[in-house]
């Protein structure tokens, strides 16, 4: 079987790139919300910088090429552990990482 070709996609000149570190997923039987945020130690109401909503059908395809990227990503790079016992927020918001004044 021969594999679908890859569309060449335009990026425009002033596209911004952000970074993020935290998503909040919603769904509706039609679709998949994704709001991304930038999460930082003291902000208690982070700010959505981009929300992608797309089918029920193209989230599985976009957990597909994911899950692909990150086994290549882990073949080149070695394994990203990710935390067992505690949150991703125990990371984050360690006692004392609170900045002077908060």
């Known amino acids: 079987m021969s594999q679908k070709q890859i569309p060449n996609i335009e990026l425009p000149d002033d596209l911004e790139s952000q970074y993020v570190n935290f998503v909040r997923i919603s769904h509706t039987a039609s679709e998949f919300v994704l709001d991304f945020s930038l ?16 089918s029920p059908f193209a989230a599985k395809l976009f957990l597909r090429a994911l899950t692909e990227n990150l086994k290549r990503y882990e073949t080149n790079f070695g394994e990203i552990t990710v935390p067992g016992s505690h949150t991703l927020a125990d990371d984050l918001f360690r006692p004392g990482d609170q900045p002077e004044g908060s």
């Not at 999460?39 to 797309?54: E, W």
Request: aromatic share 0%.
């Open 39 to 54: 999460l930082l130690p003291g902000v208690n109401k982070p700010q959505v910088d981009s929300r992608l909503v797309m």
